[in-house]
């Protein structure tokens, strides 16, 4: 497919993007404490640039001191943060990409604790369950905060930036005064849709006042906030029309307030494009270009969109994270070169929640590009042990690098456990990852003996410098009576389809391996019963992926035992100790399937570190643990050798 519309030059103000890939404006906190942006920030933000993005925002910038909401935020709200930004800016001149500085003020989604003033909203509405209960903001500050808006444009301008954007999306202040569901005053910002919409308004032309129409200034907007009495995607185009007539240059439109945040960071069940219809509605009233957000990966849909003038341009967040090179791959017709965002959310929001860095399962190297960079040592003869994701992330990082590698993997087929994750319903994303991981090793010559377990002998054989154990983990099997006697299944042979489960199927262990593999055994027709230890299934699993899961619990009528502890395993059934202390059983199962975890396979390394000193292990044979951990440990080892 060709990406012509997607590489054509487009106008939003003064400014001319050329090309139609964003990055989205993402919290990855690495800048300062101060405010400043970081020499980290400045090789992330250069990376994208060299990648081809034509229009890069810059993270949710603070305009307000009292509303920073994390150690390590970029912020503007002072004249001494300036000259850092300027550097990030010039950089990402230099290698080609417009950008538009997002400014933001968090409101009721803030933090108190870390900014030292109380949360600040249109009226005292909790976000949600267990968040601070908000100030309702006085007439007062609100003009003050209008005035603080237009100082950061200000500062965005001297710092060389192209554009603003400012931020009335999710929940946040300016959000919250949009929404009849949030804001409840009764003054001149509260009311009707005129009122509601008084504070974007000011801002607008303070900021136009003050910067004049020497950049462009965007909005960020949700298509709909996706809760009752909240924003229709209606209520959102006529705000998309008013704000088009107050003087934006363009819009960013995405989705869902944070309580309903599985549409704002899609999991790895929503493809991409899934908001198009949406965006659609907002596109057709207004004249001004259009930003899509949607969990953009692949460039196919994106291109279809553009072509169709459903939208002008298309942001692509995690997408950037993952492979910032996206742009360039795609104009060169390299896509199989590209490194796939799977959605899984375990590095990049579960990070930015925790106020850390944000990392990327994928692409590990996010928030390091100045290390890919540095030279390695002399080339040095390199085997690994296994063709999991870890295993295969060490090798083409490490053939890339200039290091000879070999890789040698018992099955027949190379993926490991990531493999297998992608069969559960809404899954196959993964797969992506797992192939573009192959890929990598064939573009960078990596050797890949298939079928062939490893021995002492086989490692005195190759003599290798630095052996790398990637070997994985295997089923956990409790010492509990009649687990081996009973004829039980195991959840990965299912998934693998080295096992065939019959019409009436009890699962034994309800964490995330056990859900998934329930609700792939429903997806087919099976009837499925999971008991799990826990009050709740799927307790391990991540919120936004959850939600999904358990849509799949009520769809396929999947009954579940909670609170239970297995006591003994027989043919068809378990009997289990309730919390309370009494005990009840479960029979007359067609099959028994076992997902009680996962244990570190790893019989290797005590003999081959005799053989080979630098013998290093990485990932589940280590201890079995998420995806993430792997590829980051085998960066780690990679780089260090």
Not at 18 to 31: D, E, G, I, L, T
Not at 33 to 59: K, P, V
Not at 93 to 103: D, F, M, P, R, T
Not at 435 to 444: D, F
């Amino acid at each position: 497919m060709k990406f012509n519309s997607m590489f054509t030059p487009i106008q939003i103000g003064p400014m001319t993007v050329p090309n139609r890939f964003v990055v989205s404006p993402m919290c990855n906190n690495y800048a300062n404490t101060d405010g400043t942006l970081s020499d980290r920030t400045l090789a992330y933000y250069r990376e994208r640039a060299l990648g081809g993005f034509g229009l890069i925002t810059l993270e949710a910038t603070v305009v307000d001191e009292r509303a920073k909401g994390g150690a390590n935020k970029s912020c503007l709200f002072s004249d001494h943060q300036i000259a850092a930004m300027k550097r990030v800016i010039d950089e990402c001149h230099a290698n080609g990409a417009k950008i538009s500085v997002q400014l933001q003020h968090a409101g009721p989604e803030g933090n108190a604790k870390v900014a030292g003033h109380a949360l600040r909203a249109a009226s005292s509405i909790s976000s949600a369950e267990g968040r601070d209960v908000p100030i309702e903001i006085s007439r007062e500050e609100i003009y003050e905060l209008v005035g603080l808006y237009g100082d950061a444009a200000l500062r965005a301008k001297k710092a060389g930036a192209d554009a603003v954007e400012i931020h009335c999306a999710h929940g946040y202040l300016i959000s919250s005064f949009l929404s009849p569901r949030t804001n409840k005053r009764v003054d001149e910002f509260g009311g009707c849709f005129e009122n509601r919409m008084r504070i974007i308004r000011l801002i607008i032309e303070d900021i136009r006042e003050k910067v004049g129409h020497s950049m462009a200034i965007l909005c960020r907007i949700n298509s709909t906030d996706g809760v009752d009495g909240g924003l229709s995607v209606h209520d959102s185009a006529a705000v998309a029309a008013y704000l088009e007539d107050a003087g934006v240059d363009g819009l960013h439109v995405s989705r869902s307030v944070h309580i309903r945040d599985e549409y704002m960071w899609a999991p790895t069940v929503l493809h991409g494009g899934f908001n198009a219809d949406l965006v659609t509605e907002i596109k057709k009233a207004v004249s001004i270009p259009v930003i899509m957000v949607g969990r953009f990966t692949e460039p196919h849909f994106a291109e279809l969109m553009v072509r169709e003038g459903r939208a002008d341009l298309i942001a692509f967040g995690r997408q950037s994270l993952a492979d910032p090179a996206t742009p360039n791959k795609a104009a060169a017709g390299k896509l199989d070169e590209m490194l796939p965002c799977i959605a899984c959310l375990q590095g990049c929001v579960a990070n930015m929640y925790a106020g850390k860095p944000i990392t990327c399962l994928v692409n590990p190297l996010l928030g390091r590009e100045s290390e890919m960079y540095q030279p390695t040592g002399a080339s040095k003869k390199v085997l690994v042990v296994g063709g999991g994701v870890g295993g295969l992330y060490a090798a083409w990082l490490a053939a890339s690098r200039g290091h000879a590698v070999t890789v040698f993997e018992k099955t027949g087929t190379l993926g490991g456990q990531m493999r297998l994750a992608a069969y559960p319903p809404g899954k196959g994303d993964l797969t992506n990852m797992v192939r573009s991981y192959i890929q990598k090793c064939e573009q960078y010559g990596v050797t890949i003996h298939m079928n062939t377990e490893v021995t002492t002998d086989l490692i005195k054989q190759e003599n290798p410098d630095v052996v790398i154990l990637a070997t994985g983990a295997t089923p956990l099997v409790l010492p509990i009576p009649g687990i081996h006697e009973s004829g039980l299944l195991h959840a990965v042979d299912i998934l693998d389809g080295k096992s065939h489960a019959g019409k009436n199927v009890l699962v034994v262990g309800g964490g995330m391996v056990g859900s998934e593999t329930a609700a792939f055994l429903g997806e087919a027709g099976h009837k499925v019963t999971v008991v799990e230890l826990r009050d709740e299934v799927g307790a391990d699993v991540r919120s936004e992926h959850r939600k999904f899961l358990m849509k799949d619990f009520d769809e396929y009528h999947i009954d579940t035992i909670t609170g239970a502890k297995v006591a003994s395993f027989f043919e068809g059934g378990v009997s289990y100790t309730q919390a309370d202390g009494t005990e009840a059983r479960v029979d007359g199962f067609d099959s028994v399937v076992l997902a009680m975890g996962s244990r570190a396979y790893n019989p290797l390394e005590e003999e081959v570190k005799q053989i080979v000193p630098d013998t290093f292990v990485i990932g589940d044979a280590v201890r079995a643990r998420r995806a993430l951990d792997a590829t980051t440990e085998a960066l780690n080892v990679v780089m260090a050798i």
